[in-house]
C-alpha cells in the first residue's frame, strides 16, 4: 500500500519506504508497528519484547514483577482535566493495571528544554505527586536532563512502573476466546478531543476535561466481580479503541464485531470529530480500558463496572468472533457492516 | 553565592533566584541539586528518593531489586568510541552496579525527532543490543514517541534499569569513614573530551575514543578482591569526578584529600583541557569509577583493578580524613592545597 486514508483525508503518505521517521511513526497505528517490526525488534530480541504488551513480566529472585514504560510528549503541558504530570503518572500506572498487576513504583525521568517556567514545572510535580498518591504508588529515582531552547518542547517525562504480577490474574491482548464480549469501561474520544480543544484554541458547546484517571481500582473490582475470568485488558490511549481492538484482535487471532449503535461517544466528542473530520474510534483516551469476558459474566462484569464511580458510562459494545480472525468490524445502524482497520498514521500528534 | 565560576571564565549566573530552567540545571553541579532540591523533593517525597543514589533499593514479593533511571540527550548521537544507544545501555547498568546489583532487565523509551535518518537510528538500536549482549541484560519492552522537526534533536533515549540487590554488597554514599582509601579505575575525562571534539569538530594531538564501558565485571573483580568492603562507589560522569567526591563527601559527612599528581588523566585530556580552559576532574567520564575501600585492603584493591582488563589504569588518588566534612581538597605537587568544590553549572552540557 503506498496512499492511504489519513482521518477523512485522502493522503498520499507511504506506510513504508521512509528512510526518515515521520510523525506518524509515533502514531500507535501502522507506521508505529512497522517502526518496531523493522527497526527495533530485529535488534533488541527478547521473549519480553516480543510479547508486545503493555510491558513486560520479568522474575526478580522470587518474584514475578511488571515492568512498563512510557515517554510523555503531550501538547500543551497543561489542559483541562490535568497535565503531562497526572498523564505520567497514570499512563505507565494503567499499563501495570492493564497486565493485572498491583502498580508499586515508578521511575520518573525529565527532560526540560531550557527556558521553562518554575512556576510551570512546579504545577507539574506537585500534579505527579498527587497522581501517585491516588495510585498508591511511590516515586522512588529520577533523572533530569535540560536541553538547550528550540532542541525540546517544554518538558517530556518518561515514567517506568514496576508492579506485582498475580499469578491468579493475567489478562493479555492473546487471552481472548471466540463469545468473548467486549465491554468499554466509560465513554470514549474525551482525552484526545481536550487535547485538540486545548492546542488549537478550539470550543466546542460542551466543555471537555481530559478522563486522565488511575484505572487500578477499576480493574480490581471487574476482577472480584469475574473471579479473576478477564480474558484480555487494553487501555486504548494513542491510536484509540480501534487499534486495541485491531491489537487484540491480531494477538488472540479473533475477529471483533462492534455495535456502533452500542459505543458510549459523548455528543460533545462527536460533534468535535464531525466538525474536524475525526473518527471518535481512533481518539486517544487516557481513562477508560476495553475489556474482554466470557459471555456468562459479561452481565455481572458490566455491573461492578457501573458501580464503581469510574466505571459509570461502561458499555458492552461488541464480541469475539471466529470470523475473520484479525479484523475488527462494525455493524451500523442501518444494518451495514464496515471493516475498522489500524490507522497508518496520525490522527492527531503529540496526544499523551 | 550570585556570581560564580564557570570552567575558567568568570559568569554572573547566580545559583538560586532563578524563574526560568536554564541549561545549568542539567550539569550535575550546583544548579542540578538545587533543581531537585527545591522543586523536586518537596513534592514528590519517598524514601527511596531521599537517598539520592544513583537509583533506589526497593521490596518486590520477597526481593529487593534496584531501579535505575537515566536519560540521555548527548549531542552528536554518534561520536568515537560509541553512540547514545551504548551510553544508554552502559550508563543505566552501570548505575545498577554502583550500588552493589546484578543487572538484570532494561525498559527503553525513545523520544525521535520526525526526519531522523532511519539508517542512523538503526545503528544505534544495534548498538544498544550490542551493549546488552556484552552488559547481560535483557532489553524487556520500550516505547517511542514522534516529536515535530525542531521540537526534539535528533533522539533523546531514556534506560530504566532493574537489578537484583545483594544484601552481602552494598557500597553506598554514605558509607565512608574516615581513613578510607580513594581509588579510581581508569584514566580522567576521556568521554567528555572525546564529545567535546566530535561536537565541535576539533582535532588534538592524540585521537580519542569515549571510555563508555559496562562496568559490572570490574565491580565484581573489586567486590571479590575485598570481601564485600566497598564502602562507596560512583561512576563519575556528568560532573565528573569532582562532583560525584563532592556528593559522596557531603553523603558521608567526611573530608576528601586527593594528590594531584597521582590523577591518571591523560596527555591528550590534559591538552585539550588546558587549551579549552576546562578542568579535567570535572569532565565527564563513562567507563571508570571511584571507589572508596579501608586502608588495609587498598593495595589488593588496587591491585584487582589492575589485573582487570578494565581497570589497568586504575589509581590512587586520595584519602578520607575526619577534618573538614563535606569538602574536598586537592594537594598540588608544590605543596599547596585547593579546594574542590562543586561547579554551579555546565563546563560541558549534553554530554550523555
Redesign the interface.
Known amino acids: 500500500m503506498t496512499a492511504t486514508i489519513i482521518g477523512s483525508v485522502s493522503c498520499p503518505i507511504p506506510v513504508t519506504d ?10 500507535g497505528g501502522k507506521l ?1 508497528a512497522a ?2 517490526k523493522q ?2 525488534l530485529p ?4 521473549d ?2 516480543r510479547q508486545l ?1 503493555d ?2 513480566v ?1 522474575s ?6 511488571v ?7 503531550v501538547n500543551p503541558l497543561e489542559f483541562p482535566g490535568g497535565d503531562i504530570g497526572t498523564l505520567a503518572v497514570n499512563g505507565t500506572v494503567n499499563d501495570l493495571a492493564m497486565m493485572g498487576a498491583t502498580p ?2 515508578l ?13 510551570t ?2 504545577r507539574i ?2 500534579s ?2 498527587r497522581a ?1 498518591s491516588v495510585a498508591g504508588v ?11 531552547h ?4 517544554g518538558l ?1 517525562i ?1 515514567t ?1 512502573g ?1 508492579g ?1 504480577a498475580d499469578s491468579d490474574f493475567s489478562p493479555s491482548p492473546d487471552g481472548v476466546r471466540p463469545g468473548d464480549v467486549v465491554l468499554v469501561s466509560g465513554a470514549i474520544g474525551i482525552h484526545g478531543i481536550t487535547i485538540l480543544s486545548a492546542r488549537e484554541g478550539l470550543e466546542f458547546e460542551a466543555d471537555l476535561e481530559s478522563d486522565t484517571a488511575c484505572l487500578h481500582p477499576l480493574v480490581q473490582a471487574l476482577r472480584r466481580a469475574t473471579d479473576n475470568s478477564v480474558a484480555a485488558l487494553r487501555d486504548p490511549t494513542r491510536g484509540g479503541v480501534a487499534s486495541a481492538l485491531n491489537e487484540i484482535s491480531a494477538a488472540s487471532r479473533v475477529g471483533i464485531v462492534l455495535e456502533e449503535s452500542a459505543l458510549p461517544i459523548p455528543a460533545a466528542v462527536a460533534g468535535a470529530c464531525e466538525m474536524l473530520g475525526l473518527d471518535p474510534l481512533y481518539v486517544a483516551n487516557e481513562g477508560n480500558f476495553v475489556a474482554f469476558v466470557p459471555p456468562h459474566l459479561a452481565d455481572v462484569a458490566l455491573d461492578a463496572l457501573r458501580n464503581h464511580p469510574l466505571g459509570r458510562g461502561a458499555q458492552r459494545i461488541g464480541v469475539a468472533v471466529s470470523d475473520h480472525p484479525g479484523m475488527v468490524v462494525m455493524r451500523t445502524p442501518l444494518g451495514g457492516t464496515r471493516i475498522v482497520d489500524m490507522l497508518p498514521g496520525d490522527q492527531l ?2 496526544i499523551c
Open positions: 521512509h528512510d526518515r521517521v515521520v510523525l506518524g511513526h509515533g502514531s508505529s517502526l518496531l527497526h527495533f535488534h533488541l530480541q527478547s519480553a519484547l504488551g510491558g513486560a520479568v526478580a529472585g522470587n518474584a514475578r514483577v515492568l512498563s514504560t512510557d515517554t510523555f510528549v508499586c513504583y521511575t520518573v525521568g525529565f527532560i526540560i528544554e531550557e527556558g521553562l517556567a518554575f512556576e514545572l512546579d510535580v506537585a505527579m505527586a501517585a511511590q516515586v522512588v529515582t529520577g533523572d533530569t536532563k535540560v536541553v538547550e528550540g532542541k525540546g518542547d517530556f518518561n517506568t514496576l506485582l500528534p503529540r
